[in-house]
């Protein structure tokens, strides 16, 4: 199963003690294929190291890159959906050129996403998400 995480889930997932650490332990337990682009994954470090330091920054993009279940996407098109915050439209534009079974956020600027019918992004919170990895791993 293909997801896109912005980066509001991902960088909290990191710490241990974190009620959403799950996100990164369901990943290196390979249970989803995590889709980025360059422009995500950019962010991912800007944030991560803004957040944690440079040094976990590092240490969570060569895990990102050695996965296998890290898939990177190129884009060849921008959708421009989110008006409200430009900056979102990467992981938007990366769930579409992916064919991701979700995009997972917490951020109210994807709401809009739900009235779009073309190209259609299924966004699920990550409260969603875990009942989703939940049944996943039930099965």
Known sequence: MKIVIDTNIFWVA?????????????????????????????????????????QTAKNI???LDNLPNVEYITKYFLWDLIEEDHDDNKFVDCAVACNAAYLATNDKHFNILKSV???????????????????????
């Not at 241990?16 to 991912?44: A, F, G, N, P, Q």
């Not at 800007?46 to 944690?52: A, C, D, G, L, R």
């Not at 019918?117 to 099965?139: A, G, Y």
């Open 61 to 63: 993009m060569e895990l």
């Open 14 to 54: 990191i710490s241990r003690h974190s009620k959403t650490h799950w996100v990164l332990t369901e990943l290196i337990k390979e249970t989803y294929i995590l889709c980025l682009t360059t422009d995500i994954l950019d962010e991912y470090e800007e944030i991560i190291s803004q957040k944690m330091g440079s």
């Open 117 to 139: 019918e073309f190209p259609k992004v299924n966004v699920i919170k990550s409260d969603d998400f875990k009942l989703v990895i939940d049944k996943l791993n039930t099965t």
